[in-house]
T-cell receptor
Framework: GQQVMQIPQYQHVQEGEDFTTYCNSSTTLSNIQWYKQRPGGHPVFLIQLVKSGEVKKQKRLTFQFGEAKKNSSLHITATQTTDVGTYFCPTSGGYNKLIFGAGTRLAVHP | DTGVSQDPRHKITKRGQNVTFRCDPISEHNRLYWYRQTLGQGPEFLTYFQNEAQLEKSRLLSDRFSAERPKGSFSTLEIQRTEQGDSAMYLC??????????????????FGPGTRLTVL
């Protein structure tokens, strides 16, 4: 498995603004997962994307998997303070171990 | 709570001491992973168990680290002769058997709250 590059590393927004984080790979991915880790907490699974061009929504969160399966994005509409945390897009290695990058840390100012 | 549990949640030790952490996965999950996370970084894979068999160990896992899952249920991670560089959050995660057999599908991992190790 290969680690993906995630940008930005850090973003702070005003509450109510939108937020997007991007993950890019140089190789085709079989699938990608998204996790959220609150400050002081542990990673929590959000979603898994498998199909080319797939788009999935969870309330204010929209996840996309690129047509070439080399990139993915997470968009949050109208951020809230509860969205604070670090968002990771790990890829899968052998035995389905997760390969994490540094993630994108989101700060939301009320 | 039927999630993954870890014990202890915090451990402070002096350099050179041995420490042991325990992880209790979700009961029906046969796959168990250990990760290590330092400040500002994502978790790094350490080792993987399928039932009681340890099938993969990261090169990050030096000879001072050993992990077991004797009955395919709980797991322990022991660090001998701790060093200051071992200070980190040690996370355990479990996952059920892959369903459906689809070649590109895999199951989410459920993480425990972690054990924060501080080596003085």
């Amino acid at each position: 498995g290969q680690q993906v590059m995630q940008i930005p590393q850090y973003q702070h927004v005003q509450e109510g603004e939108d937020f997007t984080t991007y993950c890019n790979s140089s190789t085709t991915l079989s699938n990608i997962q998204w996790y959220k880790q609150r400050p002081g907490g542990h990673p929590v699974f959000l979603i898994q994307l498998v199909k080319s061009g797939e788009v999935k929504k969870q309330k204010r969160l929209t996840f996309q998997f690129g047509e070439a399966k080399k990139n993915s994005s997470l968009h949050i509409t109208a951020t809230q303070t509860t969205d604070v945390g670090t968002y990771f897009c790990p890829t899968s290695g052998g035995y389905n171990k997760l390969i994490f990058g540094a993630g994108t840390r989101l700060a939301v100012h009320p | 709570d039927t999630g993954v549990s870890q014990d202890p949640r915090h451990k402070i030790t002096k350099r050179g001491q041995n420490v042991t952490f325990r992880c209790d996965p979700i009961s029906e999950h046969n796959r168990l992973y250990w990760y290590r996370q330092t400040l500002g970084q994502g978790p790094e894979f350490l080792t993987y168990f399928q039932n009681e068999a340890q099938l993969e160990k990261s090169r990050l896992l030096s000879d001072r680290f050993s992990a077991e899952r004797p009955k395919g249920s709980f797991s322990t991670l022991e660090i001998q002769r701790t060093e200051q560089g071992d200070s980190a959050m040690y996370l355990c995660a479990s996952s059920p058997r892959t369903s459906g057999g689809h070649i590109s599908s895999y199951n989410e991992q459920f993480f425990g709250p972690g054990t924060r190790l501080t080596v003085l």
